[in-house]
């Protein structure tokens, strides 16, 4: 008489055998009833082998698709690629579950030979993956954030997002994220921002919050998320943080300004205008047109644009006079 295992794994054999197999066929050859054959399956279903029933006076029982995996036989180069890439993950603080990342490095382990499994462990003691700037996303990747941020990318549906800027001002918004991006240390997403209407580029670590909804997007086709990050990276690096004081009241200082890019904020000598940009021709150019007194704090070099400028209009007087 076979025992239950034996035949729970005779059915498994079958399934891998056959493709499809009626429960009746299956119950025929183990010599049990219908009942018991679905007790069977339900088993081999609990143990996360992906058995798909078809219903019907037709129905049968069948394996989905990746059920089927080959033999597990790697030499010393790929066992050592698979574990370093797992033990850098987990260093890295990959925007993986950790739980997911330890389980895998552990079944990976569990069907090594045994003169692989004291290699591999020797790396495991031997590498250490050292980067202070991951430090500060540690907290933020946990598996809640993860499994939000695999809704809103995979899945392409609108995250609400709790946004520190640099300076701790938060803001909640609503976003549709095109991607991740892993830069010198540092996790970014991009995607298209609903308040500020534009593309845009954050960093996880200054997320306080990620909300799921189930607002659908369409990605748009051929969309570089890498290169976008990247571009908006160098923006940043190379920006200038503005200080002007603006002569005028806070109310008129509104009035004249009212885009959300850059801070008002009323001091004794007037207003003080508070901006980051990589572009000093344009923020001159916004200045003069405001045809106000104002006096620069910050950055110097903004003198040399107005220099520049004067000389420009200057010249044109004199060749148009």
């Not at 219903?55 to 029982?61: D, I, L, N, T």
């Not at 000093?280 to 003198?303: C, G, H, Q």
């Given at each position: 008489m076979y025992s239950p295992t034996l035949r729970l794994l005779a059915v498994l054999e079958l399934l891998q055998t056959y493709g499809s197999i009626s429960g009746k066929e299956l119950a025929d050859r183990l010599e049990v009833d219908a009942r018991t054959v679905r007790r069977?399956?339900?088993?081999?279903?609990?143990?996360?082998?992906?058995?798909?029933?078809?219903?019907?006076?037709?129905?049968?029982?069948?394996l989905e698709r990746g059920s089927r995996l080959p033999p597990l036989i790697y030499n010393d180069s790929e066992a050592s690629a698979i574990v370093l890439g797992l033990i850098a993950m987990r260093q890295m603080n990959f925007p993986i579950d950790a739980v997911a990342i330890e389980a895998a490095l552990a079944k990976t382990k569990r069907v090594l030979p045994e003169h692989l499994f004291g290699y591999v462990n020797d790396l495991e003691d031997l590498i250490k993956v050292y980067n202070p700037s991951y430090l500060s996303t540690t907290q933020m990747l946990h598996s809640d954030f993860v499994g939000l941020l695999e809704h809103a990318i995979?899945?392409?549906?609108?995250?609400?997002?709790?946004?520190?800027?640099?300076?701790?001002?938060?803001?909640?918004?609503?976003?549709?994220?095109?991607?991740?991006?892993?830069?010198?240390?540092?996790?970014?997403?991009?995607?298209?921002?609903?308040?500020?209407?534009?593309l845009r580029t954050f960093r996880l670590d200054r997320l306080a919050a990620i909300t799921k909804t189930e607002k659908g997007f369409a990605r748009p086709e051929n969309f570089d998320v890498l290169n976008y990050v990247l571009e908006s990276r160098t923006q940043v690096q190379n920006s200038f943080d503005v200080e002007i004081v603006l002569e005028v009241s806070i109310e008129k200082a509104r009035n004249l300004l009212p885009t959300e890019v850059h801070s008002l904020e009323a001091i004794d000598e007037g207003v003080l205008y508070r901006q980051s940009t990589s572009r000093?021709?344009?923020?001159?150019?916004?200045?003069?047109?405001?045809?106000?007194?104002?006096?620069?704090?910050?950055?110097?070099?903004l003198y040399a644009v107005f220099q520049e400028l004067a000389e420009k209009a200057a010249r044109i007087t004199v060749e148009n006079s």
């Amino acid at each position: 008489m076979y025992s239950p295992t034996l035949r729970l794994l005779a059915v498994l054999e079958l399934l891998q055998t056959y493709g499809s197999i009626s429960g009746k066929e299956l119950a025929d050859r183990l010599e049990v009833d219908a009942r018991t054959v679905r007790r069977y399956i339900t088993s081999l279903q609990d143990m996360g082998i992906p058995v798909a029933a078809e219903r019907g006076p037709y129905g049968a029982y069948r394996l989905e698709r990746g059920s089927r995996l080959p033999p597990l036989i790697y030499n010393d180069s790929e066992a050592s690629a698979i574990v370093l890439g797992l033990i850098a993950m987990r260093q890295m603080n990959f925007p993986i579950d950790a739980v997911a990342i330890e389980a895998a490095l552990a079944k990976t382990k569990r069907v090594l030979p045994e003169h692989l499994f004291g290699y591999v462990n020797d790396l495991e003691d031997l590498i250490k993956v050292y980067n202070p700037s991951y430090l500060s996303t540690t907290q933020m990747l946990h598996s809640d954030f993860v499994g939000l941020l695999e809704h809103a990318i995979r899945k392409r549906k609108t995250a609400v997002l709790t946004y520190s800027t640099k300076e701790g001002k938060q803001t909640e918004r609503e976003v549709d994220l095109y991607g991740l991006v892993l830069i010198t240390g540092q996790w970014y997403a991009a995607g298209y921002c609903h308040l500020r209407k534009d593309l845009r580029t954050f960093r996880l670590d200054r997320l306080a919050a990620i909300t799921k909804t189930e607002k659908g997007f369409a990605r748009p086709e051929n969309f570089d998320v890498l290169n976008y990050v990247l571009e908006s990276r160098t923006q940043v690096q190379n920006s200038f943080d503005v200080e002007i004081v603006l002569e005028v009241s806070i109310e008129k200082a509104r009035n004249l300004l009212p885009t959300e890019v850059h801070s008002l904020e009323a001091i004794d000598e007037g207003v003080l205008y508070r901006q980051s940009t990589s572009r000093l021709d344009w923020l001159a150019f916004t200045l003069l047109n405001l045809n106000i007194p104002f006096k620069v704090r910050k950055p110097t070099e903004l003198y040399a644009v107005f220099q520049e400028l004067a000389e420009k209009a200057a010249r044109i007087t004199v060749e148009n006079s």
